[in-house]
């Protein structure tokens, strides 16, 4: 089969023939049908996470495929059937996983430690994320599969691999954002648009989308925000307290990886208001936080892919986004795409 390889940092992946070997116990061959590219990919590429193993590694971890062949003991999947390939790798049994977090799993499995992954020259390539779905097919451990509808176009079930369950697992699980609640969403990338979902689905209300690009922000307001401002040309920290009644937001989501967003964030953040920090930054990233405002009892916290369970979660997401498309379309065809909020209330776009 074929991948896109990382031989070196910052430098163009070579496509070229690779070995997989054949899944081992409790793991499954997945034959890819679309795959995301998530900022994570670029940021494992170019290096800036400077990981200790280094390349040759193959990217991609945002995808769904069918299951091609299953190693001993694996009785959930057969060939075949179709399903969604995630990073989280979780042993059911651990401290993490039975208090119910499985993306903070602690068990290390063989595929953390080998890779069945071979150039032609007998070269051992590691599966970047825990995937490698920059390929044509992966070895994964059957805990990272889970099942999708016949009828779900692959392209779109890859999304909830990573962009819509880190989204919206920050707001629905992590931060768990009650209805009335004020939100701001930093960045408006593939993550942030489904936090915008998601705290929509939660009753917020506003709902404030940040981005430095104009065209990001008109999407955001499609999916979901109430109010957006560009940083680039307008005081964010000043819109989004104005928006608050000078108070700051109840919760502030920064799903951009980068420290400086995570300062401006935590300015946007009022006393007993949470933020949580879901873009990973590059490695070694610090942020300068006023240690005053914590006394105030502000809180800061991150969330790992969303704290998603896949078993739960992703169906629930998957029913709720049939449900969405549904209204949306009746929507569409009545007035325009979602609701529009009071004239009064709607920001500077
Ligand atoms: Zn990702
Ligand atoms: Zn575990």
Redesign the pocket.
């Known amino acids: 089969m074929k991948a896109a390889i990382c031989y070196e940092y910052g430098q163009p992946l070579v496509i070229e023939e690779v070995t997989l070997d054949a899944p081992k116990e409790g793991e499954v061959r997945v034959k890819i049908a679309a795959t995301g590219i998530c900022h994570s990919d670029l940021h494992l590429i170019s290096g800036e996470w400077r990981d200790r193993q280094g390349p040759p590694v193959i990217a991609g971890h945002e995808s769904s495929g069918t299951v091609l062949d299953v190693g001993p003991g694996v009785t959930a999947y057969a060939p075949g059937e179709r399903v969604i390939v995630t990073l989280i790798r979780?042993?059911?049994?651990?401290f993490?996983?039975t208090a119910g977090y499985?993306q903070r799993?602690?068990?290390v499995f063989p595929l953390d430690r080998e890779s069945r992954l071979h150039n032609q020259q007998g070269q051992m390539i590691r599966q970047g994320l825990r995937t490698g779905s920059f390929a044509q097919e992966v070895v994964v451990d059957e805990s990272q599969l889970v099942k999708m509808p016949d009828d779900m176009a692959f392209d779109v079930a890859a999304l909830l691999a990573c962009g819509v369950i880190t989204g919206a697992g920050a707001v629905l699980n992590t931060a768990q954002v009650k209805a009335g609640s004020s939100v701001v969403v930093i960045g408006t990338g593939g993550v942030g648009l489904n936090s915008i979902q998601a705290a929509r689905i939660a009753g917020a209300y506003p709902i404030v989308a940040v981005d430095i690009l104009d065209n990001k922000l008109e999407m955001a307001h499609q999916f979901g925000a109430t109010h957006s401002v560009n940083p680039k040309t307008q005081d964010a920290i000043a819109f989004v307290r104005g928006l608050t009644a000078g108070r700051g937001a109840d919760y502030v989501f920064v799903t951009v990886g980068n420290a400086k967003a995570s300062e401006q964030g935590f300015a946007m953040l009022r006393p007993r208001g949470l933020q949580v920090i879901v873009g990973i930054p590059e490695t070694g990233a610090t942020a300068a936080l006023p240690v005053g405002a914590f006394v105030q009892e502000r809180m800061v916290t991150g969330s790992t892919m969303g704290s998603t369970r896949l078993g739960t979660d992703v169906p629930r997401l998957i029913a709720r986004t049939i449900v969405t498309t549904a209204r949306s379309v009746s929507r569409i065809t009545r007035q325009g795409w979602l609701p529009q909020p009071p004239a009064a209330s709607r920001g500077a776009r």
């Open positions: 979780s042993c059911g049994r651990c993490y996983c499985p799993c602690e068990t």
